[in-house]
């Protein structure tokens, strides 16, 4: 057990993934879909009256008469695509969480949506489609490795027509000065998030020079000892702007979030819309 815990405490190195797909895992998926379907937790999706916010104020800036392929990326359980499919785009989202897939496709179906959700990783995707307009929001985008948002900004780029758009979201520059390191635990008895079997977690959030930080939960059961790792990496407008543009995208605009606020250093996110 001491060596365990020695383990656990030790700093990671950076970007490191975690073992094994925990979104997939039957405890953990659903309770994440549970936190998505929160409308007054903005935990795993924002709480549902900004998103009515966002999505009326996409769709003024992208307009679906002009941009009716929409590509939702990282869509989870379908909470924007069902909202965007309403304002007239013709909607196809991708996520690799397959219980938020099922949900998102028995829902679509239940309100007479039309809506194609795909079950990939969207790093490794190779669809026969190109789209007029992509987005991926609530800052999915940071919490890939410098690696991965490479290739993922390359794989967006390449499904997108001549003149597409694309909208994403990040953490910003002030969000990661606020960041405080931390190392707690607690002994769940009855199970939690993590596991539905009694559990010791040991919680450590830690900074990496200059723009990411890790949250992570180590979970100590009789089964073993598995660890989850929670990344992010944080933006200035430069900088987002400079990995977009490593690609061919053209900047097109900044603003404070995906409602549409006034762009400002001190936000704790930025939105940005590129074209191909």
Not at 70 to 90: M, N, S, V
Not at 100 to 122: F, R
Not at 161 to 166: D, L, N, R, T
Not at 225 to 239: D, H, L, M, P, R
Request: proline letters at 2%.
């Amino acid at each position: 057990m001491l060596k365990n815990i020695e383990t656990v405490l030790e700093k990671p190195i950076l970007y490191k993934k975690t073992e094994g797909e925990f979104w997939n895992d039957e405890h953990i998926s659903m309770q994440m879909l549970k936190a998505h379907l929160n409308p007054e937790f903005d935990g795993a999706s924002r709480k549902h009256t900004f998103i009515e916010e966002s999505v009326a104020w996409i769709t003024e800036l992208v307009s679906p008469i002009d941009y009716p392929l929409l590509f939702d990326i990282g869509c989870g359980p379908g909470i924007y695509a069902e909202k965007f499919a309403r304002q007239g785009y013709y909607v196809t989202g991708i996520d690799f969480s397959k219980r938020s897939i099922d949900y998102a496709k028995n829902s679509a179906l239940k309100q007479g949506l039309d809506i194609a959700y795909l079950c990939q990783n969207y790093l490794n995707m190779e669809l026969n489609t190109a789209f007029d307009f992509a987005t991926m929001i609530y800052c999915d985008y940071g919490a890939l490795s410098t690696d991965d948002r490479k290739t993922l900004m390359q794989n967006v780029y390449s499904h997108l027509k001549s003149g597409g758009k694309f909208l994403l979201d990040v953490f910003s520059a002030e969000k990661y000065n606020s960041f405080l390191q931390t190392r707690t635990w607690e002994v769940c008895n009855n199970g939690g998030f993590w596991s539905n079997e009694k559990y010791v977690a040991f919680y450590g959030n830690y900074k990496y020079a200059p723009n990411v930080t890790l949250e992570q939960a180590s979970i100590i059961k009789d089964s073993g000892v598995f660890q989850y790792y929670i990344w992010n990496t944080y933006f200035t407008k430069e900088t987002l702007i400079s990995e977009a543009q490593e690609v061919g995208f053209k900047f097109r605009g900044v603003w404070a979030d995906v409602a549409g606020s006034v762009y400002s250093d001190k936000a704790f996110t930025l939105a940005m819309l590129f074209e191909k």
